[in-house]
């Protein structure tokens, strides 16, 4: 996890389903680094993949955010190449 996952996953929680030019306008630093990350989490299982370009929060994401579940046991998302 890097600092602004936190602050995406946030995000999907308050606003709900949103593609990576909406993350982007709330204060992520660019359409293509939203992008990057939202895919990123998408292969951890905290997000979700509705149709290209559209994600939604999963269970697991939610469980992240209320400390219910050790970001430790899901895959590495910190590789943002």
């Known amino acids: 996890m890097v600092p602004v996952d936190d602050r995406i996953l946030e ?43 559209l994600y939604t929060i999963t269970e697991e994401g939610l469980a992240y955010l209320d400390e219910r579940l050790d970001a430790s046991t899901l895959p590495d998302p910190t590789d943002d190449s």
Do not use: I, T, Y
């Open 11 to 53: 995000l999907f929680r308050e606003k709900g389903n949103l593609n990576p030019s909406a993350v982007e306008k709330f204060d992520v630093s660019s359409a293509n680094h939203a992008s990057r990350r939202c895919s990123k989490l998408a292969e951890a299982g905290l997000l979700e993949r509705m149709a290209p370009g």
